[in-house]
């Protein structure tokens, strides 16, 4: 039986979640061929009150669409409610 | 035309050094200050916290998209981060367009998805303490 392939990605913490996780940024592994809406579920797994916490995930710098799949060395945020202007 | 930048430093009186289009027929500026009082407590600044490269990308895609909407000539926008004092400015945007209901329309179409999308967060505040 073979182990399905892990990449490895970075995921930066911002305001809330940066407190939460204690961390600025993080590598995570994850399966090969993961969409977004995974990684989002493995994130949430981080930490009971990121279960419930309303984030959104970017990749690379934008918000992606749904489904996009997460590659190897991708830079992902974790993006807690805004507030500037 | 869309022009954006984050800066730690202070941006009150901002001049956007961008020749006017002989076209245009109105010129909007906003200036977005920060308010002595934050969740019922009063202050002496706020702080803010951004994405860099990301806040930016963000600004830019929002600004593309108001001019694609309104027709408008051109969108300009600064916003700082880091500690800004009780009274000064945290954003400037400018607007340019041939008639004033589109650079009133397009201003506040910006500054509503601004507030939805672009990773920028007030982290903090400094109590008066009294």
């Known amino acids: 039986m073979s182990r399905r392939k892990t990449i490895t990605v970075t995921v930066k913490c911002f305001s809330s979640a940066r407190e939460l996780l204690a961390r600025d940024e993080f590598q995570m592994d994850i399966p090969e061929g993961s969409t977004i809406e995974v990684v989002e579920q493995e994130v949430r797994k981080l930490s009971s009150q990121l279960t419930n916490m309303p984030f959104m995930l970017a990749l690379n710098m934008e918000y992606p669409a749904e489904g996009t799949l997460v590659k190897e060395g991708d830079e992902l945020a974790i993006i807690p409610p805004v507030s500037g202007g | 035309m869309v022009s954006v930048a984050i800066t730690e430093d202070r941006i009150d009186d901002w001049i956007f050094d961008v020749p006017r289009n002989p076209d245009a027929g109105a010129e909007l500026l906003f200036t977005g200050l920060v308010r ?5 407590e009063h202050i ?8 860099a ?17 309104f027709g408008i000539h051109g969108l300009h926008c600064i916003h700082r981060v880091g500690s800004i004092p009780v ?3 945290a954003i400037v945007v400018l607007v340019r367009s041939k008639h004033r ?6 201003m506040s179409r910006f500054m509503d998805e601004l507030k939805k999308t672009v990773p920028v967060w007030k982290i903090g505040f400094e109590s008066t303490g009294g």
Do not use: W
């Open chain 2, 44 to 51: 002496r600044a706020l702080v803010y916290e951004h994405y």
């Open chain 2, 36 to 40: 002595d009082s934050e969740k019922g």
């Open chain 2, 87 to 89: 009274g000064e400015a």
């Open chain 2, 53 to 69: 490269g990301m806040a930016e990308k963000e600004l830019e895609r929002i600004g593309r998209e108001v001019i694609g909407r």
């Open chain 2, 101 to 106: 209901d589109a650079a009133f329309k397009a």
